[in-house]
Every structure is written in C-alpha cells, then in structure tokens.
C-alpha cells in the first residue's frame, strides 16, 4: 500500500517514515529539502534497509504537484508534514507562512478530494493557546492565535475539515502535537541543527555540547511548581507510531465520522528547570543556563489529556523524558562527531 509524506525528510517526517516502512508501507516522499538534506534518505534507508522513492517537488508548486498525482495514482494515503513550523518567525514572514502552510495545503487537497484518499495533517496544541483547563482535551476551545504559525494550523483544520464535510470518501484526521524531542534510537536521524535553535531541547544539547555559551531559561515568574512554564515533551519516536495507528484506523475504516481530532502528547508536564534537571541525569553533564525574562506569546501551562488518543488509536507513548532527552543527546554527539 503506497502511502505518501509530504517533508518526509524532516525531523518528524523522516521519523514516520522509518515506522511506516517498519510497518511494511511502501513510502513516497516529497521535500523541497528547504529546512532538511538529501542524506537523511540514505539514514532511512541505514535504519530501515528500505530506500524511500523521493521526489524533490515544492507543494505550493500546483502544476508539479499535480503533475505528481498523474504519476503517483494508486496512493491509498497522504501525512502531511511539508510547512513551515518556527512561531517567532511567522510573526516576522506572516505571508510566507499563509503560502506555504495554507496555499499548498489546498493544492494538495484539490488533488485528491474526490479519491478515496486517507489523510492525516500534522497539527498543533498552539491551536488552544493557553488553554483554561489542564490537561487539555479536545473540546478545549480554540482560542485566537499567538502567531501566524498557529493560525495556519486553526485554518488548516477547518480547511481540511470542510473538504470532509463535501467529500463523504475522503476520510481526515488532524494530530494536535505538544513539544516533540528527542531522536530515532540509532542516532542516524533526528532533529537537523539549521540555525539558532528557538526550541528548548535543541538549545539545551547544543548548550551541552559546546556549540552555544549559556542556555537562558525564558522567565522563572510563572504560577507554576518551580515558576518556569510547563509543556508536554513527547518523543518523536512516540509520535511517529501515533501517525501509524491514525492511518491504521483510517485504513481500516473504524473512524465513525470522516474528520477526527486527536491531542498527542504524553499527558504528562515538565518545567523547563525539570527538564534541564532530567537532562543533566541522562547526559552526566551540568547545563550552563541563566534565568532571563519571557518570551513574547509562551503559554504559562499546556499538556495533553490522553485518554481519547489512547483509546480511539490504541497509542500511548511509552519514552520516558529522560529517555527522550538521552536521544537528543546520542544525537547531538553524532552530529558534532563526538
Ligand atoms: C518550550 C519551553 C520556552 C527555548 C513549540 C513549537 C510549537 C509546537 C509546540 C509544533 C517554553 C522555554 C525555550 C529557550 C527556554 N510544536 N525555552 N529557552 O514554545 O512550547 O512550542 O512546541 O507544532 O510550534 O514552537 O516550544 O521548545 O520553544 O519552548 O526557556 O532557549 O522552553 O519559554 O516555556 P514551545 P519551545
């Protein structure tokens, strides 16, 4: 059964792709290789000793796309990760996020709407905001966006959600992820360093590593444990299965309705201070940091209620965040060489 993913060579996509191999799928990719490389085909192909059919094609290019549906037609399913996903820079470049994240979610849609075409989007808890109850289920109200970034995932939704409603076959469901971390066991894939890291845990090992000086810990004044703010860090292992078991169910028709929501996280929440803590566990090494003030649009709490994911898709995450961050590590050292 042939399935495509859309940025497959990405950070969470190259992670699906290796479980959906591992799962017997024959995998498709398309990337425009703008915020990953071309090696990360051959480490599939290292971990799973298949080698994925690649296209390099741009989605919001709808000619190419289209183009690609002519030679691809017996595709059964679509995850789509290919987006861009830094909120700060969102809030700088809002019309290259609305291209790139809503334009080409529509290419992609006009091609298959009418096709029996199973489709999973990869979402975000972002769409809550801060949420007024913890855990977060999802009936949590979606609140205005904090960023550009967030608001293509709200629109992405409901974009994906009226197609449903016109096209009884075409079948969707949206995965609303917390902070994935972490890497695939073998070091041969994980979270590509392009840049300033803006999130926590590529900060932290890079901090570890030597690469960066100190790590500054954005406010220690939230109403929380320890005062610094609260997120549900899930393995990216962990997540990769959850988009099996989505695709498995709707491959095997058991949703009821044809556009589902799923929070996926570990329902657990960690502080910042909790996790460089439990890095320092599973490194062995001491962290530099300094507490500094905010950053503009941090949600104080989030973490996901579980209980509709584990059992509508018989998933749960089983990493622990000390296991997590000791992957980060393993690959960070491999990246350095060290
Ligand atoms: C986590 C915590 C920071 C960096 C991200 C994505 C978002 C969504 C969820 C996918 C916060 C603190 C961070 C640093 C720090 N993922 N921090 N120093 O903001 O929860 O959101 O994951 O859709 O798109 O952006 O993740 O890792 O940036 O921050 O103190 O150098 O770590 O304040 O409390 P965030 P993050």
Known sequence: MKILVTGGLG???????????????????????????????????????????????????????????KRHHDIEGIIHFAASKAVGESVEKPLLYYEN????????????QDKKVNFIFSSSCTVYGQADDLPITENAPIKAAESPYGNTKQIGEEIIQDTCKVNPNFKAIALRYFNPIGAHDSALIGELPLGVPQNLVPYITQTAIGLREQLSVYGDDYPTRDGTAIRDYIHVVD?????????????????????????????????????????????????????????????????????????????????????????SWAWEKKVRGK
Not at 250 to 261: I, R, S
Request: net charge negative; proline share 1%; aromatic share 8%.
């Open 101 to 112: 994240n809503i334009n080409a979610l529509v290419y992609l849609l006009q091609n298959i």
């Open 11 to 69: 950070y969470i996509g190259s992670h699906v792709v290796v479980e959906l191999q591992e799962q017997g799928y024959d995998v498709v990719i398309i990337d425009n290789l703008s915020n990953t490389s071309i090696d990360v085909l051959d480490n599939i192909n290292s971990i799973t000793g298949l080698k994925p059919k690649f296209e390099q094609l741009d989605v919001r290019d709808k000619t190419e796309l289209s183009e690609f549906f």
């Open 239 to 327: 997540l990769a299965k959850a988009h099996v078991s989505a695709l498995s169910r709707l491959l095997e028709k058991k949703a009821k309705v044809n556009f589902e929501v799923f929070n996926v996280g570990t329902g657990e929440g960690s502080t910042v201070i909790e996790v460089i803590t439990a890095f320092e566990k599973a490194s062995g090494q001491k962290l530099n940091y300094k507490i500094v003030g905010r950053r503009a649009g941090d949600v104080v709490e989030a973490f996901a209620q579980t209980d509709k994911v584990n059992s509508a898709l018989g998933w749960k995450s089983q990493y622990s965040l000390e296991e997590a961050l000791a992957s």
